[in-house]
């Protein structure tokens, strides 16, 4: 079945430092793919999206590009903020999961001033 | 404004007593979902529904239950046979068809007394 992989956590950076999470995954056909962000005690918000090979999902400074080839969807950012610390989710929506979404496990970000 | 509410913020159960968590949605989507996330962890799949009165468990459906009576309701029971309640629950919706984000609401934090 479909199924998401990313890094584990937690990951501590100072702030203004290169963000990387990486995040692989198995799936059928060509899904959809998402990173999702929960702050402390909140639910999850939709970060950026992608819906086929090549494409780059952006926002807030944070960019994923789809890669079908590596079946990649690695999260970056240039420069990290304190407020960026959250959890940070990859999932999937896919041709063989009907309507649901597939997650990873998350990963913990915490940034040092 | 369009989202999710999940109703209460917090909710203690005592032993051997059943439990109701509200989800309500404004956004006038079709796919409703109820996911349990337990400290440190991802979120799993408990029910969902694709549309009015019709709905299918997910990965840990046993000791819950729930009703999909109206497009924009989805509530989530957490029975007596539920032996370890103790999480965070999450709501979400999604237009039903597939590939589309799901929209959660802030959840709901159940604790045994």
């Known amino acids: 079945g479909d199924s998401v992989t990313q890094m584990e956590g937690p990951v501590t950076l100072s702030e203004e430092a290169f963000l990387t999470i990486n995040c692989t995954y198995t799936a059928t056909g060509y899904p959809s793919l998402f990173w999702y962000v929960q702050y402390p005690g909140e639910g999850l918000q939709l970060l950026l999206k992608?819906?086929?090979?090549?494409d780059k999902g952006s926002n807030k400074g944070f960019e994923a590009t789809y890669r079908k080839e590596t079946t990649s969807f690695h999260l970056e950012k240039g420069s990290v903020q304190v407020s960026d610390s959250a959890v940070y989710f990859c999932?999937?929506?896919?041709?063989?999961?009907?309507?649901?979404?597939?997650f990873g496990s998350g990963t913990r970000l915490s940034i040092r001033p | 404004d369009g989202g999710i509410t999940q109703s209460p913020k917090y909710l203690f159960r005592k032993e051997g007593q059943n439990v109701t968590l509200s989800c309500e949605q404004n956004l006038n989507h079709d796919a409703m979902y109820w996911y349990r996330q337990d400290p440190g962890q991802g979120l799993r799949l408990i029910y969902y529904s694709q549309i009015v009165n019709d709905f299918q468990k997910g990965d840990i459906a046993e000791g819950y239950s729930v009703s999909r009576e109206k497009k924009e309701s989805f509530p989530l029971t957490v029975t007596s046979a539920q032996k370890n309640p103790t999480a965070f629950y999450l709501c979400?919706?999604?237009?039903?068809?597939?590939?589309?984000?799901?929209?959660f609401g802030d959840g709901t934090r159940l604790s045994i007394l």
């Open positions: 979400a919706s999604s237009r039903d068809h597939s590939n589309q984000p799901q929209h």
């Open positions: 992608a819906t086929k090979a090549d």
């Open positions: 999932a999937l929506s896919g041709e063989s999961s009907a309507s649901k979404i597939i």
